[in-house]
């Protein structure tokens, strides 16, 4: 189902940001969906996303395998039982201090930092939008073709992080990380679960 067409503008993208905004630390169980190239099939984690209050980002991987990845500081840390510890600055992963980027401006409710760093639109009505950010820096631009944020109300559904090799991520939070994945799980199928549709 699409969107509503008597709104094809959309809600304005600044007052759907402020709707977002959580209080910190905050945390949200999530499933995510990667589309690579190199893979015959999608990759489907599970897990939790942790904002910290000091701006650092917590990504726990809990299924297939356990993993902890820590954002904070310009610093990437990755964990995993049995492993020594990798540590990497984060210019070296623009497309993750991009999303951690805007997972940040958008827990804060806060439209100006995310205007720093995205062109934003919006389509959809106040029930069902959808906010699509695309890089204001060229050189991110290489690696992020976009990210679109899928929403019902005030509660976001899914990021979806679009990279310039074709690759793709969608991570549904809140409610929607429970909700069973289709069957396959085809980026048509998850398009629709997240924008909230049967």
Known sequence: ??????????PDPATLVAALARPTPATTAYAEVRFVDLLTRPLTLRGALEYRADGGLVKRVES???ETTTVAAGQVTVERAGKPPRR???TRAPELGAFLESFAALLGGDAARLAQAYDSSSAGDAAHWRLTLVPRDARLRKHLVRIAVDGVGSAPRCFTV???????SVILVEQAAAAPLPAPPTRAALDQLCRGTP
Do not use: K, N
Not at 1 to 10: C, D, N, Y
Not at 162 to 168: H, L, Q, R, T, V
């Open 88 to 90: 990497f600055a984060l």
């Open 1 to 10: 189902m699409a969107l509503p067409t008597a709104s094809l503008a959309g």
């Open 162 to 168: 679009e990279e310039s090799g074709g690759d793709a």
């Open 64 to 66: 297939p395998y356990r």
